[in-house]
């Protein structure tokens, strides 16, 4: 049987699944995948107290990396700062990667894959996106025959958890965001999950794969879930949607667009039907249509579960290394995408005032497909009530433009919301 030699860096919730994993139970991976995986030393600034198998430790991550007798670094410390260093220098060292850095591969993936490719090793970054289910593979080996056209995924376990408490058991988004740290699905610091930057960088690795873009993070435009409030999940339902944290990615002749906003979804879609901390990927192809790809998102199993797969697929020969002279389409933060919006708006609760409101929409030229006064005007102790415009398809600018103009109404009292609207066409 093939054998692989392997360095863990990183002996935390991932690194300790895959060392459990190796060591308790290899015969599952011997007789699927058809190779004998050993771990050579694990790198872990602990030392031998945070490995409780009987491994070569070390507290100097850097040996792992210059280590001659190991064939692939599993780097599973996360962050740019040591994981960019070991990374570096175990490729310079000639050895393959693997890693679940979502932040590094999103930031940095261009010059590792450069430095890789000029050293002739391998990365595999399975596990940075929607851990255990894996997705990478399907579009770098499942789809490769086909154009992709959009994804839309649901890629942050912690926001869709919060999202479908708030939309299952009308819980604030406090109580919500409370109830997943308790069960360890938030972190202490939640921000990045909660602001979408976990969800942008995530969307940016597969438009590389998708789109054949440089791994751009920083040109993703994206919010988060902050805003969305349990009136707005009671009016998406009204309507006949869920709201969803979606990353979104499109290609227009060159241009590529990819974002991650709370968007509706309507409930006759697979998407919509997505919960718990559960993640999901929609793909689709110009031949194909919709291929949909679902399972958890996070967690030390199904994380794992990724990386052992990529050190099997290094262990076959890896992944095919593109030419250099194939043009890379390019991600455009403002993007010419269109979607319909759901509008929130309070309105003050005079004569004339939501016709001012609907005029300024067909001033700027945005139609408006449904427009919902969700409380009765005949109360006139109400100073202003609750209206729902749903849009036409306008680009994320223009909706941004029409919220301003509409803030500086005197007739709207309260800052007004948009979301968009996912249409799977
Ligand atoms: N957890 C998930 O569900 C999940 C899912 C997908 C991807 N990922 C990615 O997987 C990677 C690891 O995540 P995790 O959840 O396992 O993190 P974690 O539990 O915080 O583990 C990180 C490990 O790296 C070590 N480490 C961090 N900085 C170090 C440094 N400067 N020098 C030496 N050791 C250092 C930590 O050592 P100490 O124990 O001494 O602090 C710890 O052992 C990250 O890139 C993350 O984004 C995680």
């Known amino acids: 049987m093939k054998a692989l030699k392997i360095g863990v860096c990183g002996v935390g919730n991932v ?6 994993n190796l060591t308790s139970s290899p015969q599952i991976v011997e007789s699927n995948g058809g190779v004998k995986i050993e771990i050579t030393q694990v790198g872990a600034r602990k030392g031998k107290s945070a490995v409780p198998f009987d491994l070569d430790v070390t507290t100097n991550l850097l040996e792992v990396a210059q280590n001659p007798n190991i064939d692939v670094l599993v780097e599973l410390i996360g962050g740019c700062d040591l994981a960019k260093d070991l990374i570096e220098e175990s490729i310079k060292n000639g050895k393959n990667i693997v890693t679940a850095n979502k932040a590094l591969i999103s930031t940095h993936g261009d010059e590792l894959f450069d430095l890789a490719k000029k050293n002739g090793v391998q990365i595999g970054f399975e596990a940075s996106v929607a851990g255990g289910t894996p997705v990478i593979k399907a579009l770098r080996e499942g789809l490769v025959a086909n154009k992709v056209k959009w994804f839309a995924g649901i890629l942050n376990g912690t926001t869709n958890y919060i999202l479908s408490k708030m939309t299952d058991e009308n819980s604030s988004f406090e109580d919500a965001l409370k109830q997943a740290q308790e069960l360890g699905l938030a972190e202490a610091d939640p921000t990045m999950d909660v602001d979408g930057t976990d969800a942008a960088q995530k969307a940016s690795i597969l438009s590389a794969l998708a789109f054949n873009t440089p791994f751009d993070f920083k040109s993703v435009a994206y919010g988060g879930i902050e805003s969305v409030t349990p009136d707005d999940i009671l009016y998406a339902d009204q309507l006949g949607y869920s709201i969803k944290h979606i990353a979104y990615g499109s290609i227009e002749g060159e241009e590529v667009n990819v974002s991650a906003y709370p968007t509706f979804v ?26 949909v790809y679902y399972g958890p998102g996070a967690g030390p199993k199904p994380t794992a579960s990724a990386v052992i797969a990529d050190l099997v697929d290094i262990s076959n ?16 933060k403002e993007g010419k995408k269109t979607f319909s919006r759901y509008f929130k ?32 005007k005949q109360n006139s102790d109400i100073p202003s009530v609750p209206v729902v415009i749903i849009s036409g398809p306008i680009s994320d600018t223009n909706a941004f433009q029409m919220s301003g103009n509409l803030d500086s109404m005197e007739e709207i009292t309260n800052s007004v919301k948009q979301f968009r609207i996912h249409n799977a066409l």
């Open 317 to 332: 020969g890896g992944w095919p290394v593109l030419e250099d002279d194939i043009k890379k389409n390019t991600l455009c």
């Open 345 to 376: 708006l309070d309105v003050k609760n005079e004569a004339g005032a939501i016709a001012k409101v609907s005029s300024l929409f067909a001033h700027e030229n945005i139609s408006i497909e449904a427009l919902v006064q969700k409380e009765s």
């Open 266 to 291: 309507s409930k006759d879609q697979l998407l919509s039907q997505v919960g718990q901390q559960m993640n999901a990927l929609e793909i689709f192809c110009e031949d194909i249509g919709s291929t």
């Open 15 to 20: 690194g300790g699944a895959v060392i459990e």
